[in-house]
Structures are given as structure tokens and as C-alpha cells.
């Protein structure tokens, strides 16, 4: 880089430096926030007006707020890798933070009507906009064909549900299929990273699984976002269960392929497979919803959201934030106890409705502490880290 650019790169705050660092803040003291919100409603405390009432703004911000958040953070973070184009900093940045911001606390206004709306798509155009504009510089036409879709379909189910709301209609079906594109993302990049990062961490070629697997795991998965859209009480029992049950059998032999015993040694690698871990347990029991052996669908959807969404989010921002702010690969020191809170918070959401319905109430309630604790542990271990400069002098 030179001098000049590093001038110009030092008058802006280090917030507004790279993708990541506004949206993994933000996006973790939102989780603290919106679940914060939703055990105080499990508790009997009444919640804000919401747009949509509780349920929906619960269900719809976690998806589209939430994970939406980290999820754009880490594509214009990984774009630059990718592209060795400079990604989106400054102005730019704010701008898109601000279309995020202001879907959040539009909500929270009476009377808002379709108002409602234009925050949020805006900021997934803008999102996709800028997403783009690196790999069409650097002809990367392959990563533009898979993530723009993905992104523009976030938008376009986030904006569903919003307008299933203002219609009065159900929303649910757009926010199942929202889900399943966070997951199937989170299956892409999985497939990337979880090698690479194995590979690196032992000195060892990257255990990858044959290229039919990774393309059959990835259609066996995104087939669940079109059932989903269909809507999980509508699509035949059968079907769904058989669908869900090959999407598992390919995921489970791509972590059997990953998989290394030295991995348990390092907090910054276990984490990773065992938030994966949750994307086939999940398809378990929502095959096991779809025949009437699980009682209930939340069981398998927080499955994914809880602990696949929020422990694979919760792995992969800790160590990217280190990775992009020119730090060792060490973990904060309180990181490892956040992970370990999130996979339990994980287990109690999914453990809980099966247990019955005394412990039902139990599990929502100590899952939302787990998930808070664990969230709250990262926003004060990363701060420091995510609005200080990087520390090789590096722009970003």
C-alpha cells in the first residue's frame, strides 16, 4: 500500500476500517439485546410494541438482524482475500451500518407500515452491491454466481415477511427458508475454511472430500430452502424426512473427512466442528419432526439457529477478527468458556422440548442466559481488538 493510501486510511476510525469489525460488534450486542428481550417475554415481563409482535420480531431479527449482520461482515471481509481488492471501508461502510441500524429500530415505531420495508431491503441491495463490485473487478464470475443469489435471497425473504405482516398473512415460511439460506452459507464456507484451518493448524495437506460429495452436500442442502419456502406442514412428511436424511449423510462424511483427534487440543478448531456438528443433528430431528417422532419444529430449527448459526458465528468471528486485525491465532482468554456456553445454550434449546414439557420453559430459559453470556463475553473480549488499528500497520 502506499504512503499516500496509509495517510488516508489512518483519518478513518479503525471501526470503519473492514467489513467485519462494525458487523460482528454490532451484530453480537444485537443477539445480547434481542434475546435479552425474549427472556424477559419467557418470564412473564411484557416486551416493547414490536413491528409484528414478539414472536414474529424474535423469529424474523435473529435471522435477518442478527445472522444477516455477520453474515454481510464476513462476505465483504472474505471478498478482499478472494480478490486482493480492496473491500468496502470509510463512507461506504457507514452508510450500509446505518440501512442496518435503522431496520432495527424502525421496528420498534408505532405505526410504521411499509415504512418497514425499505431499511431492510436497502440494506441487502446496498450489501449485495457492494459484495459485488470486488469480484467483478477481479473477474471472480464463480463467487459471484454463488453468494450474490444467496444474498438476494436474504432480502427477498426478509422483505416476504415483513409483508406477510403488513398483509396479515404467516410469515413463517419465509423465515424457515431464511434459515436455510444462513445454513447453506454456513455449508459453503464451512467447506472453505474448516480444511484450510485444519490443514494450517497441523502442517497437513487440506482433507477435502471428493468433489462429488462437496456438490451433493451443497444441492442436498440448498433443496431445504425450497421445502422451506414450500413450508415445512405443507411439504409431504416423507419427502422431507428423505430429503433431510441424504443432506445428513452427506455431512456427516464431509466432518468424518475433516475430522483430525488433534483438533480437541485447540478451542479455535473444536468450536468449529462442533458448531458444525449441529447442521446433521439438526436434519435428523427434523426428519424425525416431518414423521411425527419430534413434537414439535422449533426443536430442529434451533437446532441450526442456536447452535449451528450461533456457535459457527460465534468460532468463526473470534478467529477471523484475530486473523484480519494482524493477531496471532490465540484466543482471548475467556473465549473458550463463550463456546462452551453456546453449545450448551445449543443443547438446553434443543434438549429441553424433548424432555417434556417440565422442562420445556427450563430449557428456553438457561439457553437464552447461555447465549447472552456467550455473546456478552465476546463483545468485551473483542472490543478492544475490533476498534483498535491492526496491529501490522496493515490497512483493514
Known sequence: MS??????????????????RPFFLAGSLFAIVAIGLWWLALRGQPM???????????SH????????????GFLLTAVQNWTNVRSTFGLPLQILFGCWLAARLVKGIPGAGWWVVMPEAIFYLLSTGLFARPLLVARQYKNLAIFVPLLLL????????IA????????????????????????????????????KAFGIPQPRPHTAVELMGSVSMFSLVALALVGFYSVPPYLLA???LIACVFQIIKIAVWFDVRIMQRSILWSLFTAYGFIPLGLVLLACFSVGWVPLLSVPLHAFTT???????????????????????????FMPIALVFIFIGGLLRVLGPLLGPAYYQWGLQLSSVSWIVAFAIFVVSYLPILSAPRVDGKPG
Open 154 to 161: 436474504m432480502g427477498l425473504f426478509a422483505t416476504l415477511s
Open 307 to 333: 447452535g449451528a448459526m450461533g456457535g459457527l458465528i460465534l468460532a468463526m468471528a473470534a478467529r477471523v477478527s484475530l486473523g484480519h486485525t494482524g493477531r496471532a491465532m490465540q484466543l482471548p482468554r
Open 61 to 72: 431479527e435473529l435471522v435477518f438482524g442478527f445472522a444477516g449482520a455477520i453474515v454481510v
Open 3 to 20: 504512503d499516500q493510501s496509509l495517510s488516508v486510511e489512518e483519518t478513518i476510525a479503525p471501526l470503519w476500517r473492514h467489513g467485519f
Open 164 to 199: 406477510a405482516v403488513l398483509r396479515e398473512g404467516s410469515a413463517l415460511r419465509f423465515i424457515h427458508a431464511g434459515i436455510f439460506v444462513v445454513v447453506f452459507m454456513m455449508v459453503l464456507m464451512g467447506s472453505r475454511v474448516v480444511p484450510f484451518f485444519v490443514g
Open 242 to 244: 428423505i430429503a433431510c
Open 48 to 58: 416493547l410494541q414490536f413491528f409484528g409482535g414478539s414472536l414474529w420480531w424474535h
